[in-house]
């Protein structure tokens, strides 16, 4: 069985900045893609930002040139880098992989979620 634990949110100003963190613990063989996702209030989870397994990365075009996604293989943790925040990004975000576990085959997991408010 494979974890995901977010860790960064927080309350920030807009324009300000927060770092998120995913880290994948358990039998891990190997990771294929991570995602973040964000769930504002009363809206359907989004997308937000994805890195391969080769270190493509895609962006929802909300977020692009302000975040950015990133890994440490050697960690099994990703990250997202959010930058010049607005109100709008407030909402849970969520960190969900992919991938191969030692001796249960296929996994695909998701964290518990982590709170971000960006105040105006």
């Known amino acids: 069985q494979v974890q995901l634990v977010e860790s960064g949110g927080g309350l920030v100003q807009a324009g300000g900045s927060l770092r998120l963190s995913c880290a994948a613990s358990g039998n891990i063989f190997s990771i294929n893609d991570m995602h973040w996702y964000r769930q504002a209030p009363g809206k359907q989870r989004e997308l937000v930002a994805t890195?391969?397994?080769?270190?493509?990365?895609n962006y929802a075009d909300s977020v692009k040139g302000r975040f950015t996604i990133s890994k440490d293989k050697a960690k099994n943790t990703a990250y997202l880098q959010m930058n010049n925040l607005k109100p709008e990004d407030t909402g849970v975000y969520y960190c969900n992989a992919d991938g191969a576990a030692r001796g249960t085959g296929w996994f695909d997991s998701w964290g518990q979620g982590t709170q971000v408010t960006v105040s105006s």
């Open positions: 890195i391969t397994l080769g270190g493509s990365t």
